[in-house]
C-alpha cells in the first residue's frame, strides 16, 4: 500500500437523494461496477482525491527505488545484482503507469514532480527507512511488495478506468518482486550463525513500519468512509493489516525467524492473530517528515531533478531542430 | 520549469500475431526516442514483436456523450449474429 492517509475532498457521503443528476448517475456508474474514464463526468472531489492517492503512489514507486538502489553495486552476486537492478527498472515503470493514469485527470506529470519536491505531495512512510544491510533488501521485497500487493491487488477493481489497468499491470509484476525478497531470506535464514542474525535484524526492523503502510487503524482514518463510496479504497486498512500478519506469520516461521511482537498470537475464535499495533506517533512523524531517511530521499530526488533539466531541455532542443529541418527540407 | 516531453501513446502487437495493442503512455522529446522508452518500459518480458507510437495529441476520440448516438443503433441489430437463424441439427456444423 503506497497511499496513506489520503485526504479525501468529499463533504460527508451523500446519499443518492441528495446527489444532483449528474453526480447520482455517476455514483450509479460506480455502484454498478461500471469504470469511470477520464473524459466522463466526475465530481470535483473524486478527481482532486484521486489526483492526491494515485499521485502519491507514483511518488512512492519512484522514491521506493533509492533503498533499493543503495544495494545495487553491493550485492553478493553478479545474479542477484541483475534481478535487483530488474526489480528497480520495475518500480521505475510502475511509477511512470501511475503517472500517466494520474496525468489524465489534469495533471501534469512535471507539476506532480514539482508538488514531491516541495513537500505537497507525499510518498510512503516505508521509503524513510534505510537498507543497511544486504538482509534489508531481502525483507523489503518480503514484507513491503507483500503488504503492497495486499493492497493493489484489490485496487484492480477501483473505479476509475485508467488507474484499475495501472493496476492490473504492476500486480502482473509485483509477485516477482516479493518472491526474489523471500528469496533472499530464505538463503540467509539457511545461512551461517552471521547471516541468521542479519535476518533477524532486517525483520526486526520492518515489521512494525511494514504494519505502518497500511494506514492509521480505522478508528483514525477519517477520510476512508468517502474513498470507499467512490471505490477508490476497496478495503479498510485495519482489514488489510489483519490479512497481511496472518499471511506473513506462517511465512517468517518457515524461516526460522521471530516476529518481533511478544503479543502475537493465534486467535482461534476469529480464526487469524492477535498482535501489537505499530507505535503510531512514530508514523505520524515519518509522515511529518522526521523520519530516519526523509531528508536524503527528499535530496535525492531533487538531485536528480535538477541536475537533469540540462538533458531534458537538450533533448526537447533536439528534437525541434529535427522537426524544423524537417520541414525545411518539405 | 522546462517545457515538458509530448505525451505519446504506445501500442504493442504480441507474440501471437494480433493486432497492435493500446499498452499505455509515455513522455519522450521525440517520437525515436518514444519507441527507445516504449521498448524498456513496456516489453520487459517478452510481450511484443512490434512497436507503435502515437503522439496523444494527434489522437481523435468519441466523446462521452455521444455513446447514445453513435453505440445504440447496434444493440437492435441482432441479425448481424450468426446466432440469430436456426439452422437444423442434421445440416450439421455451418
Redesign the interface.
Known sequence: MYAQMVKSTGTGVKSLDEMEPEERAFQEKVDADIRI?A???MPEGYRKTLIRQIGQHAHSEIVGQLPEGNWITRAPTLERKMILL?KV??E??HG??LY?AA?TLGV???EMT?MLLSGKMKYSSIFNYPTLTWADIGAVGWLVDGAAIMNQVPLQRTSYGPYS??MI?ICK?ESFHQRQGYDIMMKMAKGSEAQKRMAQDALNRFWYPSLMMFGPSDANSVHSEQSMAWKIKINSNDELRRKFVDQTVPQAEYLGLTVPDDTLAWNEEKGGYDFAEPDWDEFFDVLKGAGPANHDRLEARKTAWDDG?WV??G??A??EK??TAKVAAE | MSKEWPLYEIFIRGQHGLSHRHVGSLHAPDAETAIKNARDVYTRRNEGVSIWVVEAAAITATAPGDKGPIFEPSESKIYRHPTFYDIPDEIGHM
Do not use: F, M, N, V
Open positions: 474514464e473524459r466522463d463526468w530488474a527498472q520495475d521505475a515503470g511512470l503507469y500517466s496525468e501534469t506529470r512535471d514539482e489497468r495501472a499491470r509484476e533539466a531534458r531541455d533533448l526537447t533536439h528534437a529535427k522537426r
